[in-house]
């Protein structure tokens, strides 16, 4: 009898896919939905915190039109009236409009800093989602290639061990420029309080 190995007739079953065998084992597929149902949340966080940060932005934008405009305008104001009335009567009142722009300039520098702290913030939760959709995404392309070949057990939990391991890489920076921009409209504020002072008592 001759040896059905030598035979060249005799094609070997071709191994099923890889996607076929997931379709027929249920726990591969099981966790594949599950994964693809996750990859579909993450990618909807995504789009939402990017639109959060872009709303943030514009807000920060606005104060800072509001915060020039408002100092250009009281400075018109005040030059319009120091020209009508005395000398003399406008300097002694001259700490009403300065306490008045002081106040508006701290509350408006705060308000600026607290959207920037707001959008550091998002833009970190934006930067993690995007880690985990990329590691999901490494899994289920390791899934869709080896099948049931799939370790379940390891992959799965190296997947876990990946984002509880993760460590946030802070540096080590002496200024931000957040610092720099609130450093910036306090160095306009007190040249807003000379100016006033100067157009007053002129």
Known sequence: MADQSSNPSIILPKPPHPLHQIAET???RLLLKQWLKEEELILNRISFKETQIDSVRKEITQ????FFLFHSISLLLLFNSSSRDSPLGAC?????????SLLCSMGIIWAVRYKTDVEGHLEKLLEREKEDGKLLGKCVEELKKKGVEFDLLKEVDALRRAKSLRVEAKAVRKWSARDFVTLFFF?????????TRVILCS
Do not use: A, K, Q
């Open 26 to 28: 249920p726990t591969h």
């Open 63 to 66: 104060l800072y039109i509001f």
């Open 92 to 100: 002694h009142r001259s700490w009403i409009p300065s306490l008045c």
């Open 187 to 195: 160095t306009v504020s007190c040249l807003v309080l000379g100016l």
